[in-house]
């Protein structure tokens, strides 16, 4: 099975993390799992307006920020991406910044609210569970010594430990949704 679209840049974002690991060693299709196990949903979540002063001091507003960041593509659909206002009227932004969760129209939106419906990745999360596949890869290494040379195999096992660990230490830890199945 092949990775959704909308998946592209946040694959290669991870492979770059994880030492520029090709889909020799892993999968696209397993990049995504491990990404989305890094992944948060988020529903009607309101974007910052951010207003810009222009020529004699009037203020436009063109910009809108998420408090989300390393955003799945618009190509994966509304499944995973949806942006409108609050009438439910789809929008689409002249340019975006997913990786920065930052929208921008060309026209004055005039402070109008505007929501998003997203997921957002940890990259930071999933490039821990990247190093520590990748030392499942390498756990079977060992150390030999042959006509007076020394080989420390295992150190590719002790280097994606250490990998995963700083990772770990800058990942945001796992984020649970919890969707009440009683309200109407």
């Known amino acids: 099975m092949a990775a959704r679209s909308g998946m592209a840049e946040l694959i290669s974002q991870w492979r770059a ?15 995504q799992q491990i ?17 810009l002063t222009v020529a004699a001091g009037s203020v436009v507003y063109k910009v809108y920020n998420s408090p989300y960041q390393n955003l799945e593509g618009t190509v994966s659909g509304t499944v995973a991406y949806r ?4 009438n439910g009227t789809a929008w689409t932004p002249d ?63 002790e280097h994606c430990q250490s990998m995963a660990m700083s990772f770990d230490s800058r990942g945001k830890g796992r984020q649970v949704n919890i969707v009440r199945g009683d309200f109407a």
Not at 17 to 31: L, Y
Not at 83 to 86: K, V
Not at 128 to 154: H, M, N, V
């Open 95 to 157: 340019s975006l910044d997913m990786q920065r969760g930052i929208f921008r129209f060309n026209a004055d939106q005039k402070g109008s609210a505007r929501y998003l419906d997203g997921r957002s990745f940890d990259l930071n999360g999933a490039a821990a569970e990247g190093w520590r596949d990748l030392s499942g890869l390498y756990s079977s290494y060992y150390d030999f010594q042959q006509e007076g040379r020394r080989f420390s195999r295992s150190q590719w096992f």
């Open 17 to 31: 993390m994880c030492g520029g690991v090709g889909t020799a060693t892993i999968s696209d299709d397993r990049a």
């Open 83 to 86: 942006l409108y206002d609050s």
């Open 35 to 51: 990404l989305d196990n890094a992944r948060y949903d988020f529903w009607q979540e309101p974007l910052q307006v951010q207003p």
